[in-house]
């Protein structure tokens, strides 16, 4: 079945240093979302990307949907102690209401 | 606060029993999704219902069943319990049954099966 990795699994990162992550999937996603999940509690929303080639913006994160629509790319920049939890990509299989999850990126700060 | 409630928020049981998870979605949401997150891993879709309707089936084992109610809220069946159920359980919910929208997710309710 389809399957999005995540990548790096884990990062450690001075506070104030930008961080990149990244998403593949062996298939073609026509929408893909960035979720951020704190220590003991559900995901939320950060990025929603419709549309290949797009880059969207949130605050201090930016995420691209990649042209090949099969990956797609989170950057944070000027990271902050709150940055600290799990980064999962996620998105609709491709004609089903289906939703998949990617392996998540767990990042941590240090201050 | 994302406005989705999950009771219990922690729960205990032993191998073999049956348990029921409740989700209220947000007020005038339609979908629920049901999730499951193991130990250190991603979340793994198990079924979706729209207006009281199942919509998508994920990764739902015989032994877990969901229902939608007419007051919109959800209840997850786990049942014949084993060691490997134990997870966090998210529910999630959605203004409409297309994915594309922003899924909404509770605080979730850890299971623990002894």
């Known amino acids: 079945g389809q399957q999005l990795n995540q990548s790096p699994q884990s990062m450690f990162i001075q506070e104030g240093e930008d961080v990149s992550m990244n998403c593949t999937s062996s298939?073609?996603?026509?929408?893909w979302l960035w979720y951020k999940q704190d220590p003991g509690e559900g995901p939320v929303l950060l990025i929603a990307?419709?549309?290949?080639?797009e880059l969207t913006s949130n605050g201090r994160l930016t995420a691209q949907f990649g042209i090949t629509r099969k990956d797609s790319f989170l950057n944070i920049s000027a990271s902050i102690p709150s940055d600290v939890g799990i980064y999962f990509c996620?998105?609709?299989?491709?004609?089903?209401?289906?939703?998949?999850f990617g392996t998540g990126t767990r990042l941590k700060v240090l201050a | 606060d994302s406005g989705v409630t999950q009771t219990p928020k922690h729960l205990i049981t032993a191998t073999g029993q049956r348990v029921t998870l409740r989700c209220s979605p947000r007020s005038g949401d339609l979908s629920v999704y049901w999730y499951q997150q193991s130990l250190d891993q991603g979340l793994q879709f198990l079924i979706q219902y729209y207006n009281g309707e199942e919509r998508a089936k994920g990764n739902i084992l015989e032994r877990f069943s969901a229902q939608q109610f007419p007051d919109l809220h959800s209840e997850l069946n786990l049942s014949s319990l084993e060691l490997g159920d134990s997870a966090l359980y998210f529910c999630a919910s959605s203004p409409q049954g297309n994915p594309l929208n922003e899924q909404f997710f509770g605080p979730g309710t850890r299971l623990t099966v002894l």
């Open positions: 298939s073609i996603f026509n929408t």
């Open positions: 990307l419709y549309k290949a080639g």
């Open positions: 996620a998105g609709p299989t491709s004609g089903t209401y289906k939703y998949i």
